[in-house]
């Protein structure tokens, strides 16, 4: 199965700041992956998907970019709705597999 | 609308099987875009992707736990259920169904169902 290695596992950021999480996978996956943001006690919600495609109504600070096995999720500037705990989903093949999380916490 | 729901036990004894069902509304399982996975996420841990059913029947399941997984669906019912064996207090986890869309992302989920395993 393909590994998905997230980084950083956490990170603290002040309202306002830019945000960067990357997502490394085993082996190349073309553009088949996707973000999740999970906020706690909910499900996850789709950002972005084929690395760069937003979501219908996910707000435009949000952006992907990256092929093959490198890939960067941005915040251009951070909210308070945005502290949460994000995942990168590879499907370029089943087993699908998620990456271990980046948990966005207030600085 | 689309909505899916996830049921079944909230207890289970170590060794038990496992039996969930998702049921779905707002789209049909025999649609060729639509798929539905099952996803968990032991307290405070991240999510894991445990299998997945087509439209045409086809099945994937994680690497991992491939021996202890079955996932089905019945159309006619709107639902797919996923069985888990032998379940450990370490399979104790909130279960998630979701619709995987036109193979391009899981873009609606259930609520989740937290799952204790425990004698």
């Known amino acids: 199965a393909i590994q998905m290695t997230q980084s950083p596992s956490s990170l603290s950021a002040s309202v306002g700041d830019r945000v960067t999480i990357t997502c490394r996978a085993s082996q190349g996956i073309r553009n088949d992956l996707g973000w999740y943001q999970q906020k706690p006690g909910k499900a996850p919600k789709v950002l972005i998907y084929t690395a760069s495609s937003l979501q219908s109504g996910v707000p435009s600070r949000f952006s992907g970019s990256g092929s093959d096995t490198d890939f960067t999720l941005t915040i251009s500037s951070l909210q308070p709705e945005d502290f949460a705990t994000y995942y990168c989903l590879q499907d370029y093949i089943h087993p699908l597999t998620f990456g271990q999380g980046t948990k966005v916490e207030i600085k | 609308q689309v909505t899916l729901k996830e049921s079944g036990p909230v207890l289970v004894k170590p060794t038990e099987t496992l039996t969930l069902t998702c049921t779905v509304s707002g789209f049909s399982l025999s649609n060729a875009r639509m798929g539905v996975s099952w996803i968990r996420q032991p307290p405070g841990k991240a999510l894991e992707w445990l299998a997945h059913i087509f439209s045409n029947d086809e099945k994937s399941y994680s690497t991992s736990l491939k021996s202890r997984l079955t996932i089905s669906k019945d159309t006619s019912k709107s639902q797919v259920v996923l069985t888990v064996t032998n379940m450990d207090p370490v399979d104790t986890a909130t279960y998630y169904c979701?619709?995987?869309?036109?193979?391009?992302?899981?873009?609606?989920w259930g609520q989740g169902t937290l799952v204790t395993v425990s004698s």
């Open positions: 979701a619709r995987y869309y036109d193979r391009l992302f899981l873009d609606y």
